[in-house]
C-alpha cells in the first residue's frame, strides 16, 4: 500500500512538473502585400509551416489612408490550394487584436503537403473587397511526431519498471520467509 | 559418483565462463562510460556534426563488446542438450541464465536500437538537442539496464560462491564486482544532472502548478542517493565507503582529466573548430565536483550505521541524509553553471533565450524536494542493495 501511495506521488509529481520557460523563441517570416491600394504585414510564428499543424498569424493593415470608419474594415483568411494539390480551400481564424483597428491575430491548419497560397480578404468602409496572396510551402508531417517519440524512447522503461516490480516482490518474499524463519537467519 | 563430480565440474566450469563474461561486460561499460563522458564534452565544445563522431564510436564498440557477451553467455547455457546450471533461471522455456545477462542483454538491445533512431530524430529535428531528447533517454534507459544487469550477475556470483562456502577474500573480491557494476550505474545516472545544467538542458527551474522549483538539488540527491543506499544495504565491511572513493577518482580521472585533453587533440588532429571561447581544459571546479560527491557518501553511511537496527526508516534515513550535502552541491553547481552559461550567451544565436538564475525561493523549493527524493530514492537504493545482497540466479 505504502508502495502504491509512493508511486502514486511520484506519478502526480512527475506530471505536474514541466520545465520552465526558457526555451528557443520561435522563428518566424514576414510579408508585406498589397490589397488594392492598402498595405498588409503578414506575420507567421513559423518559417515553415507543416500539414496538421495550426500555424500563428498576425496581419496588420496599413491603409491607403486612415479615416474615422476604420474599425469597419474586415480582414478573412483562408488558403488556396496550389495547382495539382487535391485538397479544398481552408478556412482561417482571424480576430480583431486588442486595441488597435489596424492589427489581427488567428490561426491556420493546411491539410495536404505542397504549394499553397494564403489569401487575406480585405473589405473596405466602403464596401470595396481586394485580396492578397502570399504562397506558402506547406512542408509533409514529420515522419515521427514528437509525442511518438517520446512513447518509443520511453517504451524500454516498462521492461525496466516491470523487472524492477518482479525484484521488489520477491524481495518482499524473502523477507518474510527471513522474519517468519527467526531473527538468527535473517541476522545471517 | 562421477555423475555428481561432472555435475560439480559443470557448474564450475559454469561459474567461470559467466565471471569472464561479466568482467568483459564491466570492462566494455567503463568503456562506454567513459565515451559518453568525452561525447558530452564533444557535443559542448564542438558540436554534433555526423553520427559517427570518436565518442559516439567508443560509447558504441562498449555497447556492442557488453551486448555480445551476455549473447554468448545465454547461447552457451540453453543450447540444446544442456542441463541447467546452478544459478540460472528459464525463460521461454528454452533460454537459459542467470537473470542478470537477460537484463543486461535487453539493456545492449535497448541501447543498440537507440542508435539510428536517435540518428533520425536529429535529422527530423535537429543535431543540437539536449540529453532531454526521447532516444537518449531511451539510450540511458538501456545503460541503466545493463549495468543493473551486471550487477545482478555478480551479486549472483557472490552469493553462490558463499553457498559453495568459498572464502571471505574470494568473496570480497565478488563484492568488488557488485560494486564495480555499481561504478558504471552511478557514472551514467549522474550523466542525468545533464537535464538540469544550465547549460546543456536549460531546465534548472521546474515549473511546478504556481511554484518554481530549482530541479539540481533533487535530481543530483537522488542519483547519489540511489548509489549510496543500494552500496550500504551491500555490505558492511565500508564498501559503500569504497565504492564512492572508487567513483571520484575514476570520475575524476577519466571524466575531468582525459576528456578534454580528448578533444583538444582529436579536434586539432580533425581540423575542428570550438564552437564557444576558449578551450576544454582542466579546472580546479572540475576536479572537485567529482570528489565533493564523498560528503553525500559520508553522510550516507553514518546514517547507515546510526539506523542499523531500525529496517523500516532506515533507507527513507539514509536518502534525507544524503540530500544535505548533495543539494548543497547541487545548488553550488546550478549557481556556477548559470553563471558560467551567461558568461557566453553572446556565443549563441540570437533567439536562443538563455535560462534565468532560479529565486532565493526556487531553491529553497529545490532543497524541500531534494530531501523527500532523497528519502524516497534511500528507500528504492536500499531495497535494491537488499535484492542484490540476496539474488541467487
Known sequence: MRAWLSAALVCAGLALARPSAAHLALPHSQAMLMAGWDTLVVELDASQPYVGRRFATFVTLRPEQRGAHDDAYTLTLSAEPGLGIAAVRQRGHLVRAAGSPYAWTGDIAIPTRGGWGLRMTVQRPDGETHTADLPITVAAPNAIPVWEGWCVGLSPLLGLLAFAVWQARELLRQLREEEADGPSRAAA | ?393
Open chain 2, 1 to 393: 559418483m562421477s555423475g555428481s563430480v561432472d555435475a560439480a565440474a559443470r557448474v564450475a566450469r559454469a561459474e567461470r565462463v559467466r565471471l569472464v563474461a561479466l568482467g568483459v561486460m564491466l570492462a566494455a561499460m567503463l568503456v562506454s562510460s567513459l565515451g559518453l563522458q568525452w561525447d558530452l564534452q564533444w557535443h559542448h565544445w564542438i558540436g554534433r556534426d555526423r553520427f559517427l563522431t570518436p565518442p559516439h564510436v567508443l560509447i558504441y564498440a562498449g555497447v556492442l563488446i557488453s551486448s555480445l557477451a551476455p549473447l554468448l553467455v545465454i547461447a552457451r547455457e540453453s543450447w540444446p542438450g544442456r542441463t541447467t546450471c546452478d544459478g540460472a533461471i528459464e525463460l521461454f522455456g528454452v533460454l537459459r541464465a542467470p537473470r542478470g545477462f537477460f537484463v543486461a542483454g535487453c539493456g545492449a538491445l535497448t541501447c543498440a536500437l537507440a542508435a539510428p533512431l536517435d540518428n533520425y530524430w536529429h535529422e527530423l529535428y535537429g543535431i543540437d538537442v539536449t540529453l532531454w531528447a526521447p532516444f537518449h533517454l531511451m539510450g540511458l534507459i538501456g545503460g541503466i539496464g545493463m549495468v543493473v544487469g551486471a550487477a545482478y550477475v555478480a551479486a549472483g556470483l557472490r552469493s553462490r560462491a558463499a553457498a559453495r562456502g568459498v572464502s571471505g577474500r574470494m568473496l570480497a573480491g565478488f563484492g568488488a564486482f557488485v560494486l564495480l557494476a555499481l561504478l558504471p550505474l552511478s557514472n551514467l545516472l549522474r550523466s542525468l544532472d545533464v537535464l538540469v545544467s544550465p547549460i546543456w538542458g536549460l531546465y534548472p527551474t521546474l515549473q511546478a502548478g504556481p511554484l518554481a522549483i530549482a530541479a539540481g538539488p533533487a535530481a543530483l540527491t537522488a542519483v547519489v542517493t540511489l548509489v549510496c543506499a543500494a552500496a550500504c544495504a551491500l555490505g558492511e565491511r565500508g564498501e559503500a565507503a569504497v565504492v564512492v572513493i572508487l567513483f571520484a577518482s575514476v570520475v575524476t580521472a577519466v571524466g575531468e582529466v582525459f576528456t578534454p585533453w580528448a578533444v583538444r587533440t582529436l579536434a586539432v588532429a580533425q581540423g575542428y573548430a570550438y564552437r564557444l571561447p576558449g578551450a576544454p581544459h582542466l579546472t580546479r571546479g572540475s576536479i572537485l565536483v567529482p570528489l565533493l560527491l564523498v560528503a553525500p557518501a559520508v553522510a550516507a553511511w553514518g546514517a547507515w550505521r546510526l539506523a542499523r537496527g531500525h529496517r523500516w526508516w532506515r533507507g527513507a534515513l539514509i536518502g534525507a541524509a544524503v540530500a544535505v550535502p548533495a543539494s548543497a552541491i547541487a545548488v553550488r553547481m546550478t549557481i556556477s553553471g548559470v553563471r558560467y552559461a551567461h558568461s557566453i550567451a553572446q556565443w549563441y544565436p540570437a533567439n536562443f533565450a538563455m535560462a534565468a538564475m532560479p529565486t532565493h525561493a526556487a531553491f529553497v523549493r529545490g532543497v524541500a524536494l531534494a530531501l523527500g527524493a532523497g528519502a524516497v530514492c534511500g528507500v528504492i537504493g536500499e531495497g535494491f542493495g537488499l535484492a542484490l545482497a540476496r539474488v541467487r540466479t
